[in-house]
């Protein structure tokens, strides 16, 4: 790890300030991708600015949205009660998230901010449709994520809640990476009225994406077998020691399959 | 007495410090005040290194020293032992012997043959400054073609690891008779021909490598602190090659080790460099190493591609069996580098009656960290062969995997027996391990588990391995216990525990000799300052062998104690007898226990001590049944059922061999469902952290069942046959047999090792 100033504000405006008055400076959100990275000398902020003295943790559930704080986190997420009852694919999206320790300590803001294309929460977030609320603004799920580690923030912009819309029926099947288990394919599910929105992550070298094949044929008949006769293509996934393209684009099929079986179960 | 009998399980003494953070491993006992040291590594797999600037590093702050290739030529010490002599088994040529025995240098100053070769060290006040000099240190390299894959490193046009070395070949050996062989396979009715991968593996113990070297300029004594299991093969290694000073002048200590496996077994650069790095600087240097560090400069294991050809009677019996193994040595030859390919081939004869063996071992270089030993050093691999190599022929026959077994398994009454490799087994109930095994295992009732499982849309498997080791068997240990007039034994081996609880396994057995409470037996291990001479710990050895010579220096206790007893008794010595903690005159009820004789023990103590050696090993033996499911949509697979029956020969504490079982068995099932360092084109490492190598969890591994069938050794006098590797023999193969029994079903004919969940979703791809 390389030296670093830490500062832990207590309020909003200065987190905001001390990011910005240092470019090269790097917010702590929980830490569990970052610190690991700071071990390994692969980032050398000038300032590590420590998120959590902003009281962003906190969880509100109406019958139509659900809103979490940034810094909530995942085993706070996977164990609230009205979550597990409202939305129950996000508490048990959560609750697979590493281990014990990392669901402890790591935030959904982290998360979403990191954007990790091996991440499960982004595609919670494009499913349902999600909005990001920021220090200056609200940014659609759809705008946010703009390819792997690169999102819609600012320099020193911090996400301080993320809301979602409750939908009919939602599910998220993830296959493991063998070795890391993050999100090798993750499959998030989500039908509303409106209809149907399928989120893929860990997939794609370009990060999560929307299936659309998937969603028209799920809009028009939300079962299993609706999606059984479309091929997902390889190109433009990943390929690498633990799965190739190929074995990828047939993983979404299967577990969008699985994740239609549990939505409707 | 009786809790610390042979047969009980006594807690191990060693957890209350383990499980309670008060272990002391190397990274621990840092003394205040040391340097740190910061290896720098090659980041290319072949290069010649063209330059070395070090001048930006050397003025920054808080750096002691920069240590060079060129640096230690000049002060004129030597490198790692390059391996031991090639074993000669029936059949090896005499004159067979290394082609080229290029040794680990210490730092390369001329050729990077690896990623994660040692270049440089660079010492400094803290970690931190020796990491940012490390960092600021320019190494110009020339990049070379590089070659990492073992079968394509023998191929004819591969990349030349060393000039001397032509086709990349570091020896090419042979055992057994080729002729009858070739005579076996000209009348065979059938034969089957197999090959398999043992992948190379990344060790991973839970404690990284460390080493804190000290030099007193006084008496210009080296002191070494690091893990290890064998301390004085260090020492000798360290007095011998690299420094050239005499044994008393190196001395090295062992505290806690969190695992070692085989790769903590011989001497790293670190360790020697530290110990300069001191003697230079005239002040403690520590080197710490991260789990980083390990991934690309550990010694790695296994690597081997085998073809075994089986040849087989119209009945079904074996008549012949001919092996021909590709193993890698890797850019260097480690001191045990060649050991596991060879010298454990004559496992490959197993629990059958084979009229003839022949196998011939190519060890080839390629730019790959060395290989060293690791659990079990050849025997599971040679098992891993053979097991696969039986169940494939009897579906290739039509004859049940149980019932090929049993044509060709060798009999109690055979004993002994000298198999086609040269063993002698002298015990043993083969049959009897494989009926009990599948009763056990409830075979009779996995038809009903499959259907049940195809129900579900899912494929089971069943698979076998039945093994028969050979340990424990080639080197002599010694052992000293010293009794104070406290009435303690102090007790000395050199053995070296890492993890598997010697201290609880050597006081219990002392404590049920000598009917004294173990509270008073300190095993004291791990320092060759104090302990004149130790083999170490490997081989399963430690309690055939080590604990042998304990048992022999506790007689030897009794020997000198009884002068005192009889003097408290008021008899002559010959008419004193000793039994279950007390000192009798015999033909009377007069007896006195310890306390007689400590209260009569001078300020100087009571010393005695013992020696063993075997002559013939050991033969543990056993036969594991795994159950597999596999979901066919996505080709992940776990294991469902395991079973295992064993002959251990006398079992001295049960808990203790259930945990090593346990172990060798997660190793195993390691192998076989996901362990495997993979390398890039360039010779990079891709499975660099635990993101990528992955490990078995607990959560993917099903319950142990074990049970015992025991017939005592009569190798050593205490029966007992070894079981720290015998896990690892029977996992990877009855787990990858259920798993190609699970896929022949669908028409797949080949399934290596780790059957990743890709590998198979392929495998029943590319199926009929």
């Known amino acids: 790890m390389y030296d670093f100033a830490y500062e832990k504000p207590s309020s909003l405006a200065d987190a905001v300030a001390s990011l910005k008055a240092n470019l090269d400076s790097k917010a702590l959100a929980g830490g569990q991708t970052f610190i690991p990275v700071l071990k390994q000398r692969l980032n050398k902020p000038s300032v590590v600015v420590d998120l959590a003295k902003l009281n962003l943790k906190g969880i509100t559930v109406t019958p139509t949205t659900v809103t979490i704080g940034a810094m909530t986190t995942h085993g706070e997420i996977a164990l609230s009660a009205d979550i597990q009852k409202t939305l129950p694919a996000l508490a048990h999206m959560a609750s697979m998230i590493g281990d014990w320790q990392v669901r402890h300590r790591g935030t959904m803001g982290g998360s979403l901010a990191n954007n990790d294309p091996s991440a499960c929460y982004p595609s919670a977030l494009l499913a349902l449709d999600g909005t990001i609320t920021t220090d200056r603004r609200t940014i659609k799920a759809e705008d946010f994520f703009q390819g792997m580690f690169t999102t819609a923030l600012e320099d020193g912009e911090l996400i301080t809640s993320v809301s979602f819309p409750v939908p ?68 433009g996934l990943n390929s690498d020691i633990h799965a190739s393209a190929p074995y990828r684009a047939h993983l979404i099929g299967v577990m969008t399959k699985r994740a239609v079986i549990e939505a409707l179960s | ?55 930006a590093a050397v003025s920054m702050p808080g750096v002691l020293a920069v240590v060079t290739g060129a640096d230690l030529r000049a002060a004129g010490l030597g490198g790692i032992t390059a391996g031991s002599a090639l074993v000669k088994f029936p059949g090896t040529p005499a004159d067979q012997d290394f082609l080229y025995r290029p040794g680990h240098p210490l730092l390369v100053h001329d050729r990077v043959r690896f990623v994660g070769d040692s270049v440089a060290m660079v010492v400094a006040e803290t970690e931190a400054q020796a990491s940012d000099a490390a960092e600021a240190i320019v190494v110009e390299y020339d990049v070379l073609p590089c070659v990492t894959d073992t079968k394509a490193a023998a191929a004819a046009d591969a990349a030349q690891v060393w000039a001397a070395a032509p086709g990349n070949l570091c020896f090419a050996w042979q055992a057994g008779d080729s002729e009858a062989v070739r005579a076996a396979f000209a009348r065979a009715a059938h034969v089957t021909t197999i090959e398999v991968v043992d992948t190379r593996i990344q060790v991973a113990s839970l404690e990284n490598r460390g080493a804190v070297g000290s030099f007193d300029g006084a008496s210009g004594c080296y002191t070494l602190l690091t893990g290890s299991q064998m ?9 011998d090659q690299v420094f050239g000073v005499a044994h008393d002048k190196i001395r090295v200590c062992v505290a806690d080790v969190g695992g070692s496996f085989g790769i903590k077994n011989s001497l790293y650069p670190e360790q020697a460099l530290v110990l300069h790095a001191a003697k230079l600087l005239g002040r403690d240097v520590a080197w710490v190493g991260s789990r980083s560090d390990g991934f690309v400069s550990d010694y790695q294991a296994r690597d081997n591609v085998t073809t075994g050809s089986l040849a087989l009677d119209a009945e079904g019996h074996f008549i012949g069996l001919r092996v021909h193994t590709i193993g ?29 063996i022949h196998v011939a071992v190519d060890g080839v270089f390629s730019n790959t960290a060395p290989t060293e030993v690791y659990r079990g050093a050849g025997r599971p691999e040679s098992v891993y062969l053979l097991e696969r190599l039986v169940e494939q022929a009897a579906r290739e026959i039509g004859v049940d995997a149980v019932e090929i ?59 076998l391995a039945q093994y028969c080791e050979r340990v424990a068997g080639s080197w002599a240990e010694s052992a000293w216990i010293e009794m104070g007039q406290d009435g303690r034994l ?26 004294m409470d173990a509270d008073m037996i300190d095993i004291v291990q791990g320092d060759t300052a104090r302990i004149p001479s130790g083999a170490g710990t490997g081989g399963s050895a430690s309690l055939g062998i080590g604990g042998a010579a304990i048992a022999e220096a506790g007689v030897d206790l009794v020997r000198k104690a009884t002068p005192l007893a009889a003097d408290a008794l008021e008899a002559a010595e010959v008419d004193v007898a000793f039994h279950g903690g007390l000192f009798t005159v015999v033909g009377t009820d007069r007896a006195v226990g310890w306390d007689a004789v400590v209260s009569r023990i001078g300020p100087s103590g009571l010393q005695a001590d013992g020696a063993y050696k075997p002559s013939n090993p050991t033969f543990p033996n056993g036969c594991h049944i795994a159950e597999v499911e596999v979901d066919p949509e996505t080709g992940l697979w776990h294991v469902d059922r395991y079973t295992m029956v064993h002959d251990f020969g006398r079992v001295l504490n049960p808990m203790l061999l259930e945990g090593q079982l346990q172990g060798g068995v997660v190793q195993g099932i390691g192998q076989a469902l996901c362990e495997r360092v993979v390398h890039d084109g360039d010779g990079q490492v891709l499975t660099g952290s635990f993101m990528d190598y992955q490990i078995p969890r607990a959560s993917d591994l099903p319950g142990l069942e074990l049970v015992y069938r025991p017939t005592p050794s009569p190798a050593n006098p205490l029966g007992v046959k070894g079981c720290g590797e015998a896990g690892n023999a029977g996992a990877s193969p009855a787990v990858m047999n259920a798993l190609a029994d699970a896929l022949w079903t669908r028409g797949v004919r080949r399934i290596d090792m780790p059957a990743t969940p890709e590998m198979v979703w392929r495998a029943l791809m590319s199926g009929p």
């Open chain 2, 328 to 356: 890698a040595i890797g850019a260097y030859l480690a001191p045990k580098g060649q050991l596991s390919p060879t010298v454990n081939t004559p496992v490959l004869a197993g629990v059958y009656r084979f009229p003839c």
């Open chain 2, 231 to 239: 301390p004085h093969f260090l020492r000798d290694i360290l007095a």
């Open chain 2, 490 to 515: 102090v007790v000395l081996t050199g053995t070296m525990s890492n993890g598997q609880g010697h201290e609880t396994a050597f006081a219990q057995l002392l404590s049920a000799q000598l009917g």
């Open chain 1, 168 to 235: 009919e029926k939602a599910a998220y099947t993830k296959f493991r990476n063998p070795a890391s288990r993050y999100a090798m394919v993750g499959v998030f599910v989500a039908k509303f009225a409106a209809g149907v929105r399928v989120a893929i992550t860990g997939a794609s070298q370009s990060g999560v994406f929307r299936h659309t094949a998937f969603e028209h044929a799920l809009s028009a008949h939300f079962a299993a077998d609706a999606i059984k006769d479309i091929v997902t293509p390889a190109n």
């Open chain 2, 1 to 55: 007495m009786g809790a610390n009998a042979f047969g009980q399980s006594v807690t191990r003494r060693e957890d209350f410090r383990l499980l309670t953070g008060r272990g002391r491993f190397t990274a621990d006992l840092v003394p205040p005040g040391a340097a740190h040291a910061v290896m720098v590594r090659s980041p290319y797999a072949h290069a010649v290194i063209a330059g070395i600037d070090v001048a």
């Open chain 2, 405 to 463: 077994r049993r044509r060709n398994l060798l009999g109690a009454e055979a004993w002994p027996y000298r198999t086609a490799l040269g063993l002698l087994y002298d015990s043993g109930d083969f049959p009897g391990m494989l009926d009990a095994a599948c009763a056990e295992a409830d075979l009779a009732g996995f038809a009903a588990r499959r259907a049940s499982s195809e129900a579900a849309g899912r494929l089971r498997g069943s698979g």
